[in-house]
């Protein structure tokens, strides 16, 4: 199994909502990641975990509250958005090893009314 | 501040022909490269990597060519398909598997029947 799953893959959601994005990977990697992007920029990173434990939060804003669960599994909380917080949400995962690919999954639409 | 650069955000290529995508980075810590290849409402595709104690990657149609003294990378695609229409990313990282990547701002491949 070599695939990034995301679920879901399109959300729509008020501004007083509260959702959650989830990922799953079983390619045994333990390091995982959720990146931003908005139409026509490369991805953004927004956080990094490594074995289970938050190691970089790139200056994201509170409303954004990542969890990681356990191995396998990465979710992004979200809570109070704005509309400018609409973008596709990557989730990508590697091996802790250096030069390791990471490999994405295909994203969850988001789109904040 | 850009630290891997894309400089052409377009290219059209014949079928057949070869693909030429660049990419420049600033950052003398980096030490693994990577393309990603990207198609509409998808996450990125991992295509090939290189390490900075290479200066060439192969790997079927697709090689990665690295000048360290010029701080460049160059993917070429040969023969360009129509499949390989794609945003293509340039990615570079420093140290461990589980650095972020930073990308490029992406070069949109159209490769014409």
């Known amino acids: 199994d070599t695939e990034v799953t995301q679920t879901p893959k399109h959300l729509v959601m008020g501004m007083t909502n509260k959702k959650s994005l989830k990922c799953e990977q079983h390619?045994?990697?333990?390091?995982m990641y959720w990146y931003k992007q908005k139409a026509k920029k490369p991805p953004e990173l927004m956080f990094v975990y490594s074995y289970e434990k938050l190691s970089i939060n790139e200056s994201v804003p509170s409303r954004f509250s990542p969890e990681c669960p356990n191995s396998s599994l990465l979710n992004l909380h979200l809570h109070a958005l704005q509309p400018e917080d609409s973008a596709l949400y990557l989730c990508?995962?590697?091996?802790?090893?250096?030069?390791?690919?990471?490999?994405f999954g295909p994203g969850t639409r988001l789109t904040v009314l | 501040d850009q630290q891997v650069k894309q400089n052409s955000p377009s290219l059209s290529v014949q079928e057949g022909r070869i693909s030429i995508l660049n990419c420049d980075y600033t950052n003398s810590m980096f030490d693994y490269f990577l393309w990603y290849k990207k198609y509409p409402a998808e996450g990125p595709t991992f295509l090939i990597s290189i390490s900075s104690i290479k200066d060439k990657n192969e790997d079927g149609r697709f090689t990665v060519f690295l000048n360290k003294s010029a701080k460049h990378l160059s993917l070429h695609i040969v023969p360009s398909q129509p499949g390989d229409s794609a945003v293509y990313f340039c990615?570079?990282?420093?140290?461990?598997?589980?650095?972020?990547?930073?990308f490029g701002k992406g070069t949109r491949l159209s490769v014409i029947a």
């Open positions: 390619m045994g990697h333990r390091a």
């Open positions: 990508a995962s590697s091996q802790v090893l250096e030069g390791s690919e990471q490999f």
């Open positions: 990615a570079a990282s420093a140290g461990s598997g589980n650095t972020p990547l930073v």
